[in-house]
Structure formats: C-alpha cells, structure tokens
T-cell receptor, first 114, second 111 residues
Framework: DTEVTQTPKHLVMGMTNKKSLKCEQHMGHRAMYWYKQKAKKPPELMFVYSYEKLSINESVPSRFSPECPNSSLLNLHLHALQPEDSALYLC?????????????FGDGTRLSIL | RKEVEQDPGPFNVPEGATVAFNCTYSNSASQSFFWYRQDCRKEPKLLMSVYSSGNEDGRFTAQLNRASQYISLLIRDSKLSDSATYLCVVNRGGGYNKLIFGAGTRLAVHP
C-alpha cells in the first residue's frame, strides 16, 4: 500500500480540455514532487515544492501548472496538452526538500492525450 | 555522458542465483544514493538507501565506492518476485533534494 495517493488512476483527455491531477500524503513530509515517466524511460523531474513553495521548475511548458494548497496536497493543472504529453505522471514526497532523503512515490496517473 | 549510468540488461537468471548490478555517477558532489525497484507499469519503490560503509537488508546488499563513483546492488538467492527493473538513483546535491535516475537494469528470474 502506497502512502502517497494519486487520483485519478487513468485519464483520457482531448487537447482542448482542462483537467487536474491530485496527490495527497499524510506522512508529514514537507517536500512534494511531480515527475513524468515515458515507457521504458526513467522518471523525469518536473516540479519540486518545499514547505508549500515552488523551489524547482525544470523548464516545464506552461500548459502544466502546479499548485500546492497545503503541506499534504499537490495538484497539477493541465490545459491544452499535446499528444507527446501522454505518459505516467508520478507524485512523490520526502521529509524535507533541502536534504538527502529518499522520495516515496504514489502509484501514478496514466494520462492519454487524444 | 549521462549523470547516472547503468547496464540496461536484461539479466536472465534462474531462481536461487546471485546477481549483481553496477552503477556509476558523474557528479562528485552527490551525497546520497538509493536503489529503487520498479515493476512494469507501477511506481518506483524504494529498495534501500546506500551508505558509505555498505549496508545489507536480507538478501540485498548495497555498496558505495565514492573514490570510483560507483554503486552496486547484490541480490542473493533470487526469487521469481525479484523480477523488475532496478533503478540506481543519485541525489545531485546543491541544497535541493533532486534525484537523478539511471535508466534502470531489468532483471528476469526464471524457474
């Protein structure tokens, strides 16, 4: 059982739609992350939030918009996505954002763009 | 050169075999190191952290050689359930908990 919960598990959307991915953790972790993973490739970091503030944006296109409403929640708002954005989107959390702790992953949202 | 390099495999081994995976990293400032396993179409799961003194967790042993910038994972008495992709993960350091993932090594354990 994962302690990082992501919803929805699967999402199919058109290129003009707006949708949001949600992530929740109740481990008291202060850092949360969004990753994108394509088939047969390792996860690629997109965003890092530390103490509810955005600390890293890995030059992600603006059609992806992260939001951290509180220390337990992380959202990823999607708008006008492209077919190449189809991937597994993983959320992770760690105890702190400025140290060397391992990250714990949710089971991901599998996104398909039509 | 990639920051974290692994042999992609696949490693095909019989049950009960001992198998070792290696990984090299390029950033000498990296401070922490991990092995994750990822099953097909699932999320990465932390297998173990890797410490300078080496560490063991049951059938799994991890070693770190900072001088050679090299990390290893040894699996003894392989089980069918060990079949997965093993990701070598390095923290880039510099004040952020930014993990760099290797491309992964596939392990297939057969009866």
């Amino acid at each position: 059982d994962t302690e990082v919960t992501q919803t929805p598990k699967h999402l199919v959307m058109g290129m003009t739609n707006k949708k949001s991915l949600k992530c929740e953790q109740h481990m008291g972790h202060r850092a949360m992350y969004w990753y994108k993973q394509k088939a047969k490739k390792p996860p690629e970091l997109m965003f890092v939030y530390s103490y509810e503030k955005l600390s890293i944006n890995e030059s992600v296109p603006s059609r992806f918009s992260p939001e951290c409403p509180n220390s337990s929640l992380l959202n990823l708002h999607l708008h006008a996505l492209q077919p190449e954005d189809s991937a597994l989107y993983l959320c992770a959390s760690s105890q702190e954002g400025d140290g060397d702790q391992p990250q714990h992953f949710g089971d991901g949202t599998r996104l398909s763009i039509l | 050169r990639k920051e974290v390099e692994q042999d992609p495999g696949p490693f095909n081994v019989p049950e009960g075999a001992t198998v070792a995976f290696n990984c090299t990293y390029s950033n000498s400032a990296s401070q922490s190191f991990f092995w994750y396993r990822q099953d097909c179409r699932k999320e990465p799961k932390l297998l173990m952290s890797v410490y300078s003194s080496g560490n063991e967790d049951g059938r799994f042993t991890a070693q770190l050689n900072r001088a050679s910038q090299y990390i290893s994972l040894l699996i003894r008495d392989s089980k069918l359930s060990d079949s997965a992709t093993y990701l070598c993960v390095v923290n880039r350091g510099g004040g952020y908990n930014k993990l760099i993932f290797g491309a992964g090594t596939r392990l297939a354990v057969h009866p």
